[in-house]
């Protein structure tokens, strides 16, 4: 039987459940997802993606949640966190706020071929990445937001242990299993959910789902919304994205919309969007924009050289179509 286990559980009990034919570290149930920040907690048990528009096309995404610009005082102390701007205004997310590490392995040794989901807490033909620490929520209001992004190391030299038989960091670092960390780390985004609630599909055709993943022997889901490059002055990459809000005193059937400037699987494409807000018009209204433009603009596009208002960085996960 599985079981659920909060933080304080998981740094106290040994065990929660029997397990049979165990090879390596103990399997000890499946994370407590109420512990989650909200941004990471599903909305009456369920995942559901949200749309945007990409030069006509909608895009469909998972919303994990915004992080606000950062506010200080006349003193220049912050009042408030989030992430920082530049002298324009326009905030950047720099790689160093990327504190949660993830663990991958080269490769692993198969131990039972087919996963019966009905007897099996967890599938014996792949090893599942390592995470060393949980998104909690934070308290004070100049404590940095918990991130859905990871920094990724990859462990070599433990191919020979079976499948899911590492389960635990700590026994990882102490030389339970071999190997070692390869130099050099890279930034993905891989945001923590909520393993027991439904993931409703991106599309209707869409085969794109979460994975699994470890914390002390917890088994968690997380989804993978792809590596995260960093630029040349320690920022990762963004993606200019718009929100657009109907007017004041508009029908409730109009409803907000975002215009994305690239769709995922493009070279523009960035989990992190760099959002700006923008208000529409009675006359145009939100739902009449097909997307974002600079220059030459169609009548239905939003030139981005107009929207000048940023609201902060919002962390989403697509698929390409």
């Known amino acids: 039987m599985k079981c659920a286990l909060g933080l304080a559980a998981a740094l106290s009990v040994v ?27 599903p909305t009456s048990g369920n995942y559901r993606p949200a749309t945007a528009r ?5 895009v469909p995404f998972y919303n994990l949640g915004q992080v606000p610009t950062e506010r200080k005082d006349d003193k220049g102390n912050i009042t408030n966190s989030g992430v920082p701007v530049d002298e324009a205004g326009r905030p950047f997310l720099p790689a160093s706020r990327v504190v949660a590490n993830t663990y991958d392995f080269e490769g692993c040794k198969t131990g039972k071929p ?32 918990v991130l859905p992004l990871m920094k990724v190391t990859r462990w070599a030299g433990t191919g020979g242990q079976q499948c ?38 991106l599309r209707a055709d869409s085969a794109f789902t979460s994975k699994g993943g470890w914390y002390r022997g917890l088994q968690l889901a997380y989804l993978d919304g792809g590596p995260v490059p960093v630029d040349a002055t320690g920022n990762v990459k963004v993606m200019d994205g718009v929100l657009v809000s109907p007017p004041t005193g ?6 907000p919309v975002y215009l994305f400037a690239a769709t995922p699987g493009d070279e523009a494409w960035s989990p992190v969007v760099r959002l700006r807000t923008f208000t529409a018009t009675a006359a145009k209204p939100a739902s009449s924009y097909t997307g974002l433009c600079v220059d030459a603009c169609a009548s239905t596009e939003l ?3 107009t929207v000048n208002r940023y609201a902060g960085v919002l962390f989403v996960v697509g698929s390409p179509l």
């Open 54 to 58: 990409v030069k006509g096309t909608n």
């Open 164 to 201: 899911n038989a590492i389960k635990d960091l700590a026994s990882l670092n102490k030389g339970a299993f071999g190997g070692a960390a390869e130099e050099g780390t890279t930034i993905a985004m891989r945001a923590i959910i909520d393993v027991s609630a439904n993931l409703n599909p």
């Open 114 to 145: 087919v996963f019966d989901f009905r007897n099996d807490s967890y599938p014996e033909t792949e090893q599942w990445p390592l995470f060393s620490a949980l998104p909690l929520p934070v308290t004070g209001n100049t404590t940095p937001h």
């Open 15 to 41: 065990a929660c459940g029997e397990s049979t034919d165990e090879v390596g570290d103990k399997y000890q149930g499946v994370i407590d997802a109420s512990n989650l920040d909200a941004k990471f907690r």
């Open 250 to 255: 508009a029908p409730a059937t109009e409803t």
């Open 303 to 305: 030139d981005l050289a």
